[in-house]
DNA sequence: CCGGATGTTCACCT
DNA sequence: GAGGTGAACATCCG
């Protein structure tokens, strides 16, 4: 996906239908529509209703409406968010370059404007009122103590990051950037790490997020370019590591990273 | 051809 | 209960 820098995009480039009210809905996949919601539901509360705010919880774009209720957008790892019939994010690595239109897994059209959500896997999904609070503090705004108490876990500290009920918005690129740049194993036990190291990682992911933000997502981190076999450390020079943590391939420095 | 890929959920173990 | 593993979703890429 999409993880919170590009989901923040997409909430970016959104904005354009506040206050225009629902015209039209799509939603001809059924297993597209996640937690009880169905296409019949989507069709029946949706129509005339108009955005109020777009809102944003890590990976969760979220959908304010003035019905009371709130549509809650996933993406999956291959879910773009298609505004006016442009993607406002081009360069999404494991996504087609273009996109066909059997991958619209959902759209919604307003007076003036339109949504669709193309995810040729079908990952990601649509729910009515999302069980916000099943997810912990936003990884963009999150304090270095609500970190602090996210990280009370003997889990790998990788796996902690991950944990969307724990930090919300990191995903597998984001939290390899953000440990080597913080100088820290991936796979060391969450709550085996001391206040400074909690407040250096505090530190090193707001300036990560931050700066990767300004470059244009996920995939612009120094480390990019190295996360294949064989790849160097920009660091250091040292051959990375290629490991699983927290079930996912882990690029990390033996030498620097500890 | 095969393995793996910015993710989540669930079943099934330990 | 916590944590780990593998499957499922479906397409593309090296």
Redesign the pocket.
Known sequence: ???IL?VEFYRRSAETVVGRPITAVHAPDR?FCKGGTTPEELKTVLPGARALELGRR??LLLLHLDIGRTLGL?F??TGRLIVDGQASVD???????RS?P??DRFGLDFEGAMLRVSD????GGVQLDPPVERLGPDALAISRTELAKALQ????LK?KL?D?TAVAGM???LVDETLWRAGLDPARPARSLTPDEVATLHKTMRQTLKTLLRRG???TGDLQDQ?HRGGLCPRDGTPLSRR?V????TYSCPRHQH
């Open positions: 996906m999409p993880e590009e297993w890590g990976k996933r999956g790892m360069e999404l690595e494991y996504s087609p370059r066909d059997a991958w040729p896997r079908r990952l876990a003997s889990a790998p796996a991950l969307q995903g597998n690129l997502g996920s995939h996360r699983q927290g079930g996912r391939t």
